[in-house]
């Protein structure tokens, strides 16, 4: 009984899937962008944030976070911050970018992921390293959240102290 029940449900999914797919393609909603080829791949961190950067050259300057545009994963001003070390070499439309990006908070994975993309646009073009510099995009940014120590309420925060 327990293996009918099984199969039934993985075939219940498939078709469900297959679905969701069309729709997404009549819809032009999510377009599936297919990265293929060789590809250089770089990392960037940023507090708990890692940020794994492939490199596709030829690209139209697409960009995919953890499998969404970056404009969904990212809104606002996410997608201006990203892409600045492209703007300052001049490579804005050049390559296509596939991103995995995990840990921290927004803010982290944005600057986790523009070191990633700087580091990946080096290693293609050298000659921009000055460019890259200058403004910084090849700096790590070593900050950290302070730890919290005993016998303390936070980092530094101690509890109120009493005469009796």
């Known amino acids: 009984m327990a293996e009918t029940k099984k199969q039934e449900k993985k075939t219940s999914t498939k078709p469900r899937e297959e679905k969701e797919i069309k729709e997404l393609k009549e819809t032009g909603k999510n ?5 293929s080829g060789k590809y250089i791949s770089a990392v960037g961190r940023r507090k708990r944030a890692v940020a794994q950067v492939r490199l ?9 976070v953890n499998g969404q545009k970056v404009t969904d994963y990212f809104p606002g001003e996410g997608f201006n911050i990203i892409t600045q070390p492209l703007k300052a070499t001049g490579h804005g439309r050049d390559y296509n970018f596939s991103v995995l990006v995990k840990g921290g908070g927004k803010s982290g994975q944005i600057d986790a992921v523009k070191l990633g993309v700087a580091r990946a646009v080096l290693e293609v073009d050298p000659e921009a390293k000055e460019a890259l510099k200058a403004n910084d995009f090849l ?11 005993p016998g303390l309420k936070k980092a530094r ?4 102290w009493s005469k009796r």
Not at 56 to 64: L, S
Not at 139 to 149: H, I
Not at 157 to 160: G, I, L, S
């Open 56 to 64: 596709y050259e030829g690209g139209k300057g697409q960009v995919v």
């Open 139 to 149: 700096t790590r940014d070593p900050r950290q959240v302070e730890r919290k120590k």
């Open 31 to 35: 377009e599936v962008i297919d990265f």
């Open 157 to 160: 925060k101690a509890p109120q």
